[in-house]
């Protein structure tokens, strides 16, 4: 079965950048799709079809693609954006499905 | 600007049911998709299922089938998940969320509901 693969887990310190990979072999067919989930709350789109940027996301996040991976940038991280980020797309089907989540540390 | 709000947590015996609503406030009720996400503690988004209200359709993650019926009411603007021969792993919250549709057989989740606990449990 089609999967989304995300690393577990990544830091930086402060004000770099954070890139976080998602792969899948459908992604160079379909959009892929990110979202910021904080502790105890629910997930909030941050990047749609590859990387557009819905109102009121800050600039600092981006989205890009390239063949089976896309990649979600914040420049600039900020203690506020550590949060665990999925990655979501779709099979040929419709069939939805999310990565792993990625853990980002700001340290 | 769209709102989903969800019925409340729920404590269910293993081999029960459990029905979550999830009601929508601004926008057409009849034109959206609504999807349902669970979510494991400590785990990640699990897709379960949706519906076009509109068509009545509904569709689910094969993990799911048989176990799990999505249905909406046009009327209330509210959708349902219905989970049953509910066993420990169930234990989750489960979201609802407004899916917009990219024309590829795919489309992201905004927004979502809150989420409601559901907690399996003898």
């Known amino acids: 079965s089609y999967e989304l693969t995300q690393p577990p887990s990544v830091s930086v310190s402060p004000g770099q950048t954070a890139r976080i990979t998602c792969s899948g072999d459908?992604?160079?067919?379909?959009?892929a799709y990110w979202y910021q989930q904080k502790p105890g709350q629910a997930p909030v789109l941050v990047i749609y079809?590859?990387?557009e940027r819905p109102s009121g996301i800050p600039e600092r996040f981006s989205g890009s693609s390239s063949g089976t991976t896309v990649t979600l940038t914040i420049s600039g991280v900020q203690a506020e954006d550590e949060a665990d980020y999925y990655c979501?797309?779709?099979?040929?089907?419709?069939?939805?499905?999310f990565g792993g989540g990625t853990k980002l540390t700001v340290l | 600007q769209v709102q989903l709000v969800q019925s409340g947590a729920e404590v269910k015996k293993p081999g029960s049911s459990v029905k979550v609503s999830c009601k929508a406030s601004?926008?057409?009720?009849?034109?959206?998709?609504i999807s349902w996400v669970r979510q494991a503690p400590g785990q990640g988004l699990e897709w379960m299922g949706r519906?076009?209200?509109?068509?009545?359709?509904?569709n689910y993650a094969q993990k799911f089938q048989g176990r799990v019926t999505i249905t909406a009411d046009k009327s209330t603007s509210t959708a349902y998940m219905e989970l049953s021969s509910l066993r420990s792993e169930d234990t989750a919250v489960y979201y609802c969320?407004?899916?917009?549709?990219?024309?590829?057989?795919?489309?992201?989740?905004?927004?979502w509901g809150q989420g409601t606990l559901v907690t399996v449990s003898s």
């Open positions: 969320a407004r899916v917009i549709r990219d024309g590829y057989n795919n489309g992201w989740f905004d927004p």
């Open positions: 601004g926008g057409t009720f009849s034109s959206y998709t």
């Open positions: 519906i076009i209200p509109i068509l009545g359709i509904a």
């Open positions: 459908a992604l160079p067919k379909q959009y």
């Open positions: 079809k590859d990387s």
């Open positions: 979501q797309s779709a099979d040929s089907s419709g069939t939805y499905m």
